[in-house]
């Protein structure tokens, strides 16, 4: 395989948007989620279509040794990985007291470690091929806190500020590494989520999938630290969230939250 690009979360969504790129643009791919059915069938269409090769390896991330099962996988066929993309994720709506801790554990294990363990484990083997590109997908609620969904805030607060780390870190050696920081996307996130019906979903219009996926694999291929793909949002949470009250922030934030 060539060219190889390992997507995380690539069932549905985001992930399966920038899994079409990738194939177009003539790249080899793996691809990671639990539903295998949808894996299978994007790997026939792609595969068809683009005339590309495709190993899918469905599991789940929430469990924190399948990283070093997908790593043990792709080095028992010999496959190089050069773009890492840390896509799966997910949210979960409610008072943390009162969600189950399970589905926060989950989101945790999804959203934070095995996207940390498939870095650890891809980014030595870049670096010594001095080649690579990562790109995480965060969220602009990685930028303040979440009332209603304070893991889910916390967790891409984490992808943030990891990859802008690593991204200063990894400078001298040619690898890249990108978050994309999407606002409201429609796939079907707010139904996992369980946020059907909050009003920032009233008030803000959602991308396409397809829409933020390109941009965020477009700012991938640039090298950027940071994408958007909603530029109101970006404004506000760089340049006039900071200087806000903070009880104040919260308190908005919270309302964009509620039902
Ligand atoms: N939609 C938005 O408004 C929005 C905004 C900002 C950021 N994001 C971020 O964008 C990323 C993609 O989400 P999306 O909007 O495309 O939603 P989505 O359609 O629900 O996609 C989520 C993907 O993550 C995978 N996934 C979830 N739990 C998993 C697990 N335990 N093990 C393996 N894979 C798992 C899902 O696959 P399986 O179910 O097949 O396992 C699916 O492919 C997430 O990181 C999300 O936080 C989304």
């Given at each position: 395989?060539?060219?190889?690009a390992?997507?995380?979360?690539?069932?549905s969504?985001?992930?399966?948007?920038l899994?079409?790129?990738?194939?177009?643009?003539?790249?080899?791919?793996?691809?990671?989620?639990?539903?295998?059915?949808?894996?299978?069938?994007?790997?026939?269409?792609?595969?068809?279509?683009?005339?590309?090769?495709?190993?899918?390896?469905?599991?789940?991330?929430?469990?924190?040794?399948?990283?070093?099962?997908?790593?043990?996988?792709?080095?028992?066929?010999?496959?190089?990985v050069?773009?890492?993309?840390?896509?799966?994720g997910?949210?979960?709506h409610?008072?943390?007291?009162?969600?189950?801790?399970?589905?926060?554990?989950?989101?945790?294990?999804?959203?934070?470690?095995?996207?940390?363990?498939l870095?650890?484990?891809?980014?030595?083997?870049?670096?010594?091929?001095k080649?690579?590109?990562?790109?995480?997908?965060?969220?602009?609620?990685?930028?303040?806190?979440?009332?209603?969904?304070?893991?889910?805030?916390?967790?891409?607060?984490?992808?943030?500020?990891?990859?802008?780390?690593?991204?200063?870190?990894?400078?001298?050696?040619g690898?890249?590494?990108?978050?994309?920081?999407?606002?409201?996307?429609?796939?079907?996130?707010?139904?996992?989520?369980?946020?059907n019906?909050?009003?920032?979903?009233?008030?803000?219009?959602?991308?396409?999938?397809?829409?933020?996926?390109?941009?965020?694999?477009?700012?991938?291929?640039?090298?950027?630290?940071?994408?958007?793909?909603?530029?109101?949002?970006?404004?506000?949470?760089?340049?006039?969230?900071?200087?806000?009250?903070?009880?104040?922030?919260?308190?908005?934030?919270?309302?964009?939250?509620?039902?």
């Amino acid at each position: 395989m060539k060219n190889v690009a390992l997507i995380t979360g690539a069932s549905s969504g985001i992930g399966k948007e920038l899994a079409k790129i990738h194939a177009a643009n003539g790249g080899d791919l793996v691809l990671v989620a639990r539903r295998e059915k949808e894996l299978t069938e994007l790997k026939y269409s792609l595969e068809s279509e683009y005339k590309v090769q495709i190993l899918i390896i469905p599991r789940d991330l929430s469990d924190i040794n399948t990283p070093a099962e997908i790593f043990a996988e792709t080095e028992k066929q010999g496959i190089q990985v050069e773009f890492l993309i840390n896509n799966a994720g997910f949210g979960g709506h409610g008072f943390f007291h009162e969600r189950e801790i399970e589905k926060d554990r989950a989101m945790v294990n999804v959203n934070i470690t095995s996207l940390m363990l498939l870095t650890r484990l891809y980014l030595p083997g870049m670096v010594e091929r001095k080649k690579g590109k990562i790109l995480n997908v965060s969220s602009t609620a990685s930028f303040l806190p979440g009332p209603l969904q304070a893991v889910y805030y916390a967790s891409k607060a984490f992808v943030t500020s990891f990859s802008q780390a690593l991204a200063e870190e990894l400078k001298e050696t040619g690898i890249t590494v990108t978050a994309l920081c999407p606002g409201p996307v429609a796939t079907g996130f707010f139904d996992t989520a369980n946020m059907n019906g909050v009003k920032m979903l009233k008030t803000q219009k959602a991308m396409t999938p397809a829409k933020t996926a390109a941009i965020g694999y477009r700012d991938m291929m640039k090298g950027r630290l940071l994408s958007f793909d909603n530029g109101l949002l970006k404004f506000l949470l760089n340049w006039m969230v900071p200087l806000l009250p903070r009880r104040w922030v919260l308190k908005v934030s919270r309302m964009t939250m509620e039902k």
